[in-house]
């Protein structure tokens, strides 16, 4: 089991860049598939990105090419790198964990939720 937690979130202007840290203590960390969602006001959660144990990634069609996630197993810790940001990347952006398996979008197969960190972009 494990309880993530996030950090990082800011107000910044359009186009500049934003770290999200997602911490989520537990001796299996690396057994997790992690992932990064993001809702906005009156909208559902949405996808962002996701990373297998062995780095494999995948990412929403609205963020490639700009947003990175990454891992660091020995610090049980993933990251979403976030540049080039838009207004439309406003959200609280949540760190979402389940055990094995495969990268999943719907945020229904996630069992381990962080209680989500504000990024705000200013136009």
């Known amino acids: 089991q494990v309880q993530p937690v996030e950090s990082g979130g800011g107000l910044v202007q359009a186009g500049g860049s934003l770290r999200l840290s997602c911490v989520a203590p537990?001796?299996?960390?690396?057994?997790?598939?992690m992932g990064w969602f993001r809702q906005a006001p009156g909208k559902e959660r949405e996808f962002v990105a996701g990373?297998?144990?062995?780095?494999?990634?995948t990412y929403a069609d609205s963020v490639k090419g700009r947003f990175t996630v990454s891992r660091d197993n020995a610090k049980n810790t993933v990251y979403l790198q976030m540049n080039s940001l838009k207004p439309e990347d406003t959200a609280v952006y949540y760190c979402?964990?389940?055990?094995?398996?495969?990268?999943?979008?719907?945020?229904?197969?996630?069992?381990?939720w962080g209680h989500g960190t504000q990024v705000t972009v200013s136009s």
């Open positions: 979402a964990a389940r055990p094995h398996g495969s990268i999943q979008i719907i945020p229904f197969n996630y069992d381990y």
């Open positions: 537990g001796r299996t960390f690396s057994d997790y598939t």
């Open positions: 990373i297998r144990w062995n780095n494999y990634s």
